[in-house]
């Protein structure tokens, strides 16, 4: 490019000083016309050649590493409201009533909030009846509260699919290496999964207002 | 009587004047060697290393702290690649400030490397009717998606191409980054990046002392100085240590998803392979490796 560049200028520059001000005569002359042509066709091909020094960029097909198989790590349940767990502590003094009902007495702060589907589904629907200390698959396989994410994985499949490759929920840690994930519960609510609304840290400060 | 006005006096009082502003001066040797100092790919193992040494010094100097300057390259087989949610976020701009601590941002005058984008849904991706201003009491708004938008780190980035001096350029493992110290302030690559995440330093940047992050890198978060441009590095001082962006890390609903491009097991090529993707400005073909998915 620069050859080229010093070459127009010696073509032009010689003419100049043979016809002083009638300079631009000279472009009449087609000899400049295709020195110009050949300077800008050959300059062209050296830019790409230059572009093509500045993109080196490894080729995904080529390369296609695999880094060192990721390690997962499953973060600790989230921790229960105070006093509540183990339910038994106080649903053992309580015989078990199978059928659907308002909770007045107890519980009252759940049946306020419950938005999950709550037409057709009531506590007995993941609760188990005799052991309140676990959850209950639709089959009737009793689970751990550690498990739950099985439990919302047997309507919600997709998101459970998702969120086993680390695509849906949150992933911490390291890209390559070992990687906490979060529970279900931890960011939904399991009796109203809605994700709740958040108040936006303060926006940009404007062009216009910068003194 | 004739003035001595010739092209040898003039010569000789310049070069006169030089020589004695410099010894007034006082500037200090290492100052000097800053400012004679080469373009960082051709440095040496040895220069890199007493710079970095040098630059330890100085910021301890300056903010009473220890801090810890890496000039760590790409790991071999990287190639990093960025994926965020667009069903997923809310617009809380949560990410937009843990980037400006992580990443030394100067608050005043404010430069943020991401801007959160509120669209119209009816509109679709339309720029032209995008807003960073909201200002809600609670986000997500009804009627409305947002788009953060930040560096795209494209394959074939125009803001390295136009850069007159290569104070710019594409790492091994993809990201762009800029020597501060070789950047003449231009501002050429800001005006040829179409997703203006290029930022300029106006003014003396301004981090407060105790909410500096002592862990930096050379071509990252080390403080910059009046005068040169900066940007996202998808936090190159995390991510070449294996760790997530700041960015990621802090996203509430978890909506930005990070990962080597080259890894076919990783959660950015399932993303590519398995999701409805989207580029902003494809039509301009800078090819960017910053992608932005339908989750659900």
Redesign the interface.
Known sequence: MKEGIFLVHLILFEKKFNMKDKFYRNIKNPGILWALFIVLFFGCNNMESI?KE?????D?KE?????E??IEYAVEAPPFSDGIFPCTDCHANFPPKPERRELVEWHDDISAIFDHDSENRWCLDCHDLNNRDSLKLASGKLLDFKESYKLCGQCHG??LR?WK?????????????RKEY?LCVH?HNPHSPK?E??????????QED?K | MKKENSRRSFIKNISLATFSALALSGCDMKAFDAFLQKNFKTLSKNEKDSIIKNLEIKYKEKYGKEFHVSDKPAIEGTLFGYALDLSKCVGCRRCVYACVKENNLSRDPQIHYIEVLQMEKEKGIDFAHSTAQYNPEKVPEKGYFYVPVQCQQCRKPQCVTVCPVKATWQEPDGIVVVDYNWCIGCRYCMAACPYGARHFNWGEPDVPAEELNTEMHYLGNRPRMKGVVEKCTFCIQRAREGKYPACVEICPVGARKFGNLLDPDSEIRYILENKRVLVLKQELNFQPKFYYFFGS
Request: hydrophobic share 25%; aromatic share 6%; charged share 35%.
């Open positions: 572009n500045l993109y080196k960029v490894p995904e390369g296609n590493k695999k880094t198989k990721a997709e998101k998702d490759v680390g695509v849906h929920g949150k992933r911490t840690g390291e890209w390559n290496g979060l960011c994700f609304e958040l108040k936006p840290e303060p926006p940009p400060v404007r910068i």
